[in-house]
């Protein structure tokens, strides 16, 4: 199945330059780019003229991509949203066409082809990379990074259009020797810069840029010089001279004897034995040559949507403590505080039905929406846990009950609630932005009041379709951009918002002061929550444009002016809340 491309817009971070062949183009030529230019101009004149790569043996780069593509099968989900960073002439993404496809690339000869081959193409070079932060579940390097002068702000500025919880996979030469680059008679200039190998990969993404590592493989071992060799005898001077003094100091017989044959010798025996026995030579391969380039895999971590911690004017300042400063918060809001307030003190099976008899009073149409009575042996995943009220109604519906939530406290209370009504099911600390759950995997995902605080709610929304079996359904609330409190509070800044709906605008209004957020989610000294969004009707359904059906209500209403003076049981009942309430209760089907 070919995966549309939606939204391209939405994409950009900014406007190009120019377009050319329908290609947007956002960098300024120069040098570096004339040069490149060069490089693809020969290499698609001989690939057309003779039918061959000039650089590498077809059989070789068959290999590398074969290798490389199943690795993203391996840690990408089908129908996520991937960039070629490099992507030439598009043949590492074109059968991948199960994924909504990207690349970028500085030769407009090379992106002509790729665009050609189904992919979404852009012209920019790596630091001008145009793309909204965090855009991209997954990104591949391939080949690029022993090009570039600036390598830590390319890697950076990579990294930054990874989502959290976004796979990047770079390949690059493996321990190449870069000797004959520095000859005069080259045809070309900046071709490779520096060398690679794992340790090296992982002290710069894994120290400098805190990426988790996740696994390495080298391709298919290629003979390319004395370089390459696993085990590296003598060059034949160091040999001659080591056997001269071996003869006046006898202790280094031993060691002379083990280098009898020189480096020069070894490296021509080698290929002579490719050559006459090939059945020897691929016997032997992999035990005495590296491959030619190295796949490394690593993850984002959730701690990146807190935004840049590296930035050049100040070096790196990453703090390990961000995670638990965006936990914190959660574990008062999530439902404790609440219970303090109707006066329960404990977790008692009484004091805990007490708690879900006030929350189910409070919010009756919630059985409206979660259809607990048809969940029964169905996999349900709930995102946002609260005080566990839901989860344990969803245990006792008799479904098979997986739990998320970023903060221990809400996820101990789950767990707790399961144990001692000796309910089965589970619960986690972990992110929707960053997590490890299998695609396709549950019937219902769960998410009341939760997806709106993520700080990424559209990337939110993309996460749980990606859990979804077929068929699935994802019930979720979220704040509503139009409400009574929204023109109450921020009068100018709603009306602004409904004309900019308007006129095409699709997406959430930003995060808001801390006043604005604690109107609906506070703690206990006063304060909002770290983050919300509040969102329209009609943006929500671009958001869920991938489901195949969407219906949304909106939902509560408080005792607040303008209702003071009727008790909220009251206006539950009236027009007001399916007007200008609260929240939108939403229901997406994949």
Not at 344 to 371: A, C, G, N, Q
Request: charged share 25%; hydrophobic share 40%; net charge negative.
């Amino acid at each position: 199945m070919t995966m549309p491309i939606h939204n391209k817009s939405d994409i950009y971070d900014e406007k190009p330059l120019q377009v050319l062949r329908s290609i947007p183009v956002f960098s300024k030529r120069d040098a570096y780019m004339d040069n490149y230019d060069k490089i693809a101009a020969d290499h698609i004149s001989k690939i057309t003229e003779f039918q061959e790569n000039p650089f590498i043996e077809e059989e070789l780069w068959v290999s590398l991509e074969r290798q490389t593509r199943e690795i993203i099968r391996k840690y990408v989900p089908k129908g996520q949203r991937i960039l070629d960073v490099g992507v030439g002439l598009g043949r590492l993404l074109e059968p991948l066409t199960e994924y909504e496809r990207y690349g970028v690339d500085i030769s407009l000869d090379y992106l002509i082809i790729a665009k050609s081959r189904g992919i979404e193409v852009a012209l920019a070079k790596v630091e001008d990379l145009p793309y909204a932060k965090g855009s991209f579940d997954a990104i591949v390097a391939c080949d690029v990074l022993e090009h570039v002068f600036d390598l830590n702000y390319c890697c950076r500025k990579i990294i930054e259009c990874l989502r959290p919880g976004g796979i990047l996979i770079v390949r690059v030469p493996y321990k190449e020797d870069l000797d004959v680059y520095l000859n005069d008679d080259l045809s070309y200039e900046f071709i490779h810069i520096r060398n690679f190998d794992e340790a090296g990969l992982r002290l710069l993404f894994q120290k400098i840029f805190r990426l988790e590592f996740v696994e390495s493989a080298t391709s298919t071992p290629y003979l390319q010089g004395a370089s390459r060799l696993k085990f590296r005898p003598l060059q034949e001077t160091a040999r001659s001279r080591l056997s001269s003094l071996a003869q006046i100091q006898t202790e280094l017989s031993e060691v002379a004897s083990a280098f009898e044959i020189s480096e020069e010798k070894f490296v021509e025996w080698i290929y002579q034995l490719k050559s006459t026995a090939p059945e020897v030579y691929q016997a032997v391969l992999t035990d005495l040559i590296h491959g030619i380039e190295i796949d490394c895999v690593f993850r984002k971590p959730f701690d990146h949507v807190m935004g840049d911690y590296w930035r050049p004017e100040s070096g790196l300042a990453f703090h390990a403590e961000r995670l638990e400063w965006i936990e914190q918060p959660w574990r008062e809001f999530c439902g404790s505080h609440l219970a303090k307030v109707i006066g329960i003190t404990d977790s008692s099976p009484e004091s805990l039905k007490r708690f879900d008899d006030w929350y189910f009073d409070t919010y009756p149409y919630l059985f409206t929406h979660i259809p607990f009575e048809r969940m029964k042996g169905k996999k349900v995943l709930e995102v946002g846990l609260g005080y566990g009220t839901i989860a344990q109604r969803l245990a006792e519906a008799g479904t098979d009950y997986t739990g998320l939530d970023i903060a221990c406290g809400p996820v101990s209370m789950a767990n707790h609630r399961l144990v001692q009504c000796g309910l089965p099911g589970k619960a986690v600390q972990g992110s929707i932005l960053n997590h490890q759950l299998p695609a396709d995997t549950f019937d219902y995902v769960i998410a009341i009041g939760c997806l709106h605080h993520t700080g990424n709610l559209q990337m939110a929304i993309q996460q749980c379709f990606q859990v979804l079996k077929p068929g699935g359904q994802l019930i979720f609330m979220v704040h509503y951009a139009y409400s009574y409190r929204r023109f109450r509070m921020t009068p100018l800044l709603t009306l602004k918002t409904l004309v900019k709906e308007a006129l095409g605008y699709r997406g959430v209004v930003g995060n808001g002061s801390d006043r604005q957020r604690a109107a609906y989610d506070a703690g206990p000294e006063g304060g909002g929550a770290p983050h919300t969004d509040w969102i329209s009707e009609r943006s929500l359904r671009h958001y869920c444009r991938d489901f195949s059906a969407f219906r949304a209500r909106v939902e509560n209403i408080d005792q607040e002016p303008p209702f003071i003076r009727a008790p909220r049981s009251e206006l539950l009942k009236t027009r007001w809340p399916a007007l200008v309430g609260l929240d939108i209760y939403a229901t997406a089907i994949k």
